[in-house]
């Protein structure tokens, strides 16, 4: 199957900083990712839709001040945390839809980021 | 919007068969994924349902009825490696909370 790659797996940083995560589409282009954010025991949340060339939307009650999101090509979409505080220590993940945005494509993940705020 | 419900947990035995439930409530329907995740990791695709029936890929099976809003996971012969999180999902990929099965020998 096609391959997502997501970097960084790991990050720790000092509350007040910021965090970039990157996501890539290895083998295929991906005209819309998705990013999620998982906390321990609980289900995927789709945190935003990222889409190439245009501005991500955002899903209700996730701050898009915040949470810059940035698909700036066909293979690369980033996450950008600001101003990170404990609260926002999660599981991180992006998917890229195959095929575009039909939605009987199969959506791929990356390897997801372990973000913790200290 | 969308309300997706699944089990919390289920325990099977090795070899055994194990059926997860989800049942959704969403304006519009697109199509029902169904994803497995193990502790720590992403999910890995399972399977695809949008027109009613059975769709049969080896040991896992994944029905659905769009009229009743309904799907199952069907997992046979467990094996230990089975053990892990079962992910429904529907349309934009909202997801259901997950069912953790946990296979014991």
């Known amino acids: 199957g096609a391959v997502v790659s997501q970097h960084p797996s790991r990050v720790i940083c000092k509350s007040g900083t910021s965090v970039k995560i990157e996501c890539r589409s290895l083998?295929?282009?991906?005209?819309?990712m998705f990013w999620y954010r998982q906390f321990p025991k609980q289900s995927l949340m789709l945190m935003a839709t990222?889409?190439?060339?245009?501005?991500?939307?955002?899903e209700q009650g996730v701050e898009k001040d915040k949470f810059l999101i940035n698909h700036a090509s066909l293979t690369l979409s980033t996450l950008t945390v600001t101003s990170a505080h404990p609260e926002d220590s999660s599981f991180y993940i992006c998917?890229?839809?195959?095929?575009?945005?039909?939605?009987?494509?199969?959506?791929?993940f990356g390897q997801g980021t372990r973000l913790t705020v200290v | 919007g969308q309300n997706i419900d699944q089990p919390t947990e289920m325990t099977a035995t090795e070899g055994a068969i194990v059926q997860i439930n989800c049942t959704y409530q969403?304006?519009?329907?697109?199509?029902l994924f169904w994803y497995q995740q193990h502790a720590g990791e992403a999910p890995t695709f399972l399977s695809y349902?949008?027109?009613?029936g059975l769709e049969e890929k080896g040991r896992f099976s994944s029905f659905l009825s769009r009229s009743k809003g309904y799907s199952y996971l069907l997992l046979k012969e467990l094996q230990m490696k089975d053990s892990a999180s079962y992910l429904c999902?529907?349309?934009?990929?909202?997801f259901g909370a997950g069912t953790t099965v946990t296979v014991r020998a």
């Open positions: 998917s890229a839809l195959l095929g575009g945005n039909r939605m009987n494509t199969e959506a791929f």
């Open positions: 083998d295929f282009q991906a005209t819309t």
């Open positions: 990222s889409n190439e060339g245009s501005k991500a939307t955002y």
């Open positions: 969403t304006s519009g329907f697109n199509g």
């Open positions: 349902n949008v027109l009613d």
């Open positions: 999902a529907v349309n934009k990929l909202s």
